[in-house]
T-cell receptor
Framework: GNSVTQMEGPVTLSEEAFLTINCTYTATGYPSLFWYVQYPGEGLQLLLKATKADDKGSNKGFEATYRKETTSFHLEKGSVQVSDSAVYFCALSVTGSARQLTFGSGTQLTVLP | ETGVTQTPRHLVMGMTNKKSLKCEQHLGHNAMYWYKQSAKKPLELMFVYNFKEQTENNSVPSRFSPECPNSSHLFLHLHTLQPEDSALYLC????????????FGSGTRLTVV
């Protein structure tokens, strides 16, 4: 089956620190990969995506590269801000099936001023 | 506003009450989903509708009853809930077969007393 494993949180960083949130996956087909972000009191928002190997998704200073050889899609940001405090979810979907998203368990990020 | 609207945003109900959650999208999507998000737990997929037909029910108790009258609207009817059903209920929509992820609503925060 399909599964996503994220590093456990919570993660606490100081403003301007470097962020990495690890994500690895297993999939029966050829997946598309996503990062979603959930700000307090809100639903999930798509942050970035990659649909094939070696693609790099990027948005708002966040980046993640689809690594087929290591089945990973780690989220990075060079300099975090207090406003980046949120829960981050890694997810995958496999086209051709019911195409449902499979989510990781989420990683809580808190950025301190 | 994400394009997926959920109402109400907050709901407090007694265990003997009957209430309904509503989800609406006008994005031209043809698949809709209900998720449950409880504190300290991964996102739980509850129901999936493709082209108004329910294609998945993940062993959800019968006190939760979904309804999808058309591809733009999705309801979750609630009756005789338990306190452990208190959670954030998220609706999402997508275009079936397209690897572009889901659009989520902001959720309904449900408290069962």
């Amino acid at each position: 089956g399909n599964s996503v494993t994220q590093m456990e949180g919570p993660v606490t960083l100081s403003e301007e620190a470097f962020l990495t949130i690890n994500c690895t996956y297993t999939a029966t087909g050829y997946p598309s990969l996503f990062w979603y972000v959930q700000y307090p009191g809100e639903g999930l928002q798509l942050l970035l995506k990659a649909t094939k190997a070696d693609d790099k998704g990027s948005n708002k200073g966040f980046e993640a590269t689809y690594r087929k050889e290591t089945t990973s899609f780690h989220l990075e940001k060079g300099s975090v801000q207090v406003s980046d405090s949120a829960v981050y979810f890694c997810a995958l979907s496999v086209t051709g099936s019911a195409r449902q998203l499979t989510f990781g368990s989420g990683t809580q990020l808190t950025v301190l001023p | 506003e994400t394009g997926v609207t959920q109402t109400p945003r907050h709901l407090v109900m007694g265990m003997t009450n009957k209430k309904s959650l509503k989800c609406e999208q006008h994005l031209g999507h043809n698949a809709m989903y209900w998720y449950k998000q409880s504190a300290k737990k991964p996102l739980e997929l509850m129901f999936v509708y493709n082209f108004k037909e329910q294609t998945e029910n993940n062993s959800v108790p019968s006190r939760f009853s979904p309804e999808c009258p058309n591809s733009s609207h999705l309801f979750l009817h609630l009756h005789t809930l338990q306190p452990e059903d208190s959670a954030l209920y998220l609706c999402a929509s997508s275009r079936k077969g397209q690897p572009d992820g889901y659009t989520f609503g902001s959720g309904t925060r449900l408290t069962v007393v």
